[in-house]
């Protein structure tokens, strides 16, 4: 039998946590349905050069109340396919901004250090190579100054270019 604090939830944050977004982020503009549910979430910057954060919210923690591993696998495949997608940061706005579609082949996730409710955590994501079939990036999680995370991602190209934001 199951003792009963396994499965305890941790109470709701009720500190003044300073949930400040970072000057220069931005609340990312058409996120997908997906990423609506795990946000709010923010952006700084366009196609290889965007940096994305959120912060910790009490909706993104496992029952030990630190930040759940699925939520940073699907931030970093999200962050991930934006960098690929978007190889110089068009935003589709003016019909140029053309993304090259794309979908998850593999994603390794590596969880070095916990994060807990109201930590802001800036995902920076590297473009390493895109080919005709197959691109592949890697992503660094950030809390302050300490690594949170890092994931690397193989995507399969699937050779069309749409018009609009990724």
């Not at 994305?52 to 999200?78: E, P, W, Y």
């Not at 070095?112 to 660094?140: H, V």
Request: charged share 15%; aromatic share 6%; glycine share 14%.
């Amino acid at each position: 039998m199951l003792r009963a604090s396994v499965f305890a939830v941790a109470p709701a944050m009720t500190s003044t946590a300073d949930l400040t977004v970072l000057a220069g982020f931005e609340k990312l503009v058409k996120p997908s349905p997906f990423l609506t549910m795990l946000g709010p979430v923010y952006a700084r910057g366009l196609g290889p050069s965007m940096v994305m954060g959120f912060h910790v919210g009490h909706h993104h923690l496992n029952r030990r109340g630190i930040l759940h591993g699925g939520v940073v696998a699907s931030l970093a495949d999200a962050a991930l396919g934006y960098c690929l997608a978007d190889p110089v940061g068009g935003d589709g706005k003016d019909g140029k901004g053309d993304v090259i579609a794309m979908s998850t082949a593999s994603l390794t996730v590596d969880f070095i250090a916990s994060a807990g409710e109201g930590d802001w955590i800036e995902i920076t994501p590297q473009g390493l190579r895109t080919g005709s079939r197959l691109a592949f990036a890697q992503a660094l999680f950030h809390r302050g100054d300490r690594l949170v995370a890092r994931a690397s991602a193989v995507f399969a190209v699937l050779g069309a270019r749409v018009t609009g934001p990724v």
